[in-house]
């Protein structure tokens, strides 16, 4: 492709002859230099596309790597306790990326492994319904209603400056685009701990034929980047807090420091607005000003439908220390929206189940028992479990991960 026009510009005079030739010559030249316009466009796309999209792996990237690392640091800190305390008890930590669904089991009860989000649900039907924007599935392309309304607060506050792009930017289902918002204030100022910011969308009538939500995604930008500090709905009254958000004993809503990709699910709810409050601790010198960031890559709000009311997966294990036979005292699931269960005892039967195998040499599995302890004589093992949906109020339990303690014998 020429990297000048191969176009000239050719005058012709008042009422003066012309030739066809010359004339389809020029237009044939005008007609390429489109064309290799259109090819310089093309390719600045292509390239722009690559490079979001390499953008944003290497924000997954690190994410996984930094999770990897805070769940690395949760063991060696059990160790560490251990090891001070001369227990012989000690924790095996299974998070989702050690599980597998069961191949064993139908395919429609192989439970969902959201690797963006670390957790583990109920299988899925594939169709979400969001609730703020249209996705055509014939010409793959997604719509923003007008009636969509985003508002940040605060507008201002004590005279600092604020810029921002439009936060519509976090609920178009374009993981390429992000709201974006500095906080731009004097170096001189007092001594600023942190910023807060509050977003608030509206749902927009025109697209949704009722206000039934049962999934929220959080998406910072950059990730790990801000405090979430919880999110809360309303459909008139107050705002209330989305159901599974942790609290602690005041039943005060806990933050997600440094908060990464959050999912909510919870049972059906109606609402009109939600609401995500977030601080920022961590500002940059940017032209001699203190700046604050905030950014959103995505506030998914959806109706999720799930295909089945199980999901089952298998976590293999390999107990550590010891010399063949172990006890294994407990197994314990932790869900991230404990809060949201009905069910409220450690074990949460009701909503988790398991069967505990060895290994042989051979590969073949053993079954143990169903009651603790259980001496087993391998240091492989497979726990073959199910999640159910709560059979009370049918929120899916969000597992994150499962606790095995055990001993060496």
Known sequence: ?????SSVNKQVGFRSPTSSSEHNAHTEEIFNDIMGLYDVANKLENEL????????LTGRFQHLHAQKLEHRIVQLEEELQKAKSGEALKTAYLFTEHMT?????????????????????????????????IYDEVAKEIHVPDALHVDVFPVTKN?????????????????NSYWHRKVIMPLEDAPQKDVTAELI????DTIISNRDVNTIYIKTFPVHSLQIDKVEYRLEGDWVLVPGWEVDAGNDPVPQSY??????????IAMSQVRVSMTQYNWFEEDHKKV??????????????????????????????GTGTNLIRSLKPIFRNATALSDKSDAKSSVFSYNIYTVDEFGQTHYTKDTFPIVVTSDQLIVRAAVHMDPYNKVTPVLERIELTYENV
């Open 101 to 133: 669904e069961d191949l064993t089991s139908p395919q429609y009860e192989r439970a969902y492994i959201d690797a963006t989000h670390e957790v583990l649900h109920v299988p899925i039907t594939g169709k979400s319904i969001s609730k703020v924007y």
């Open 49 to 56: 596309a690559s490079s979001n999209q390499a953008f944003e």
């Open 259 to 268: 908060a990464g990709n959050i999912k909510l699910c919870f049972p059906n």
């Open 292 to 321: 604050y960031h905030f950014g959103l890559q995505e506030v998914g709000i959806f109706y999720t439908d799930y295909q089945s009311d199980t999901g089952r997966f298998d976590v293999p294990i390999i107990l550590q220390g």
């Open 201 to 204: 969308v509206t749902l927009p």
């Open 159 to 175: 005279g600092w400056r604020i810029e921002e792009n439009s936060p519509v930017h976090a609920f178009n289902g374009d993981n």
């Open 1 to 5: 492709m020429a990297s000048i026009p």
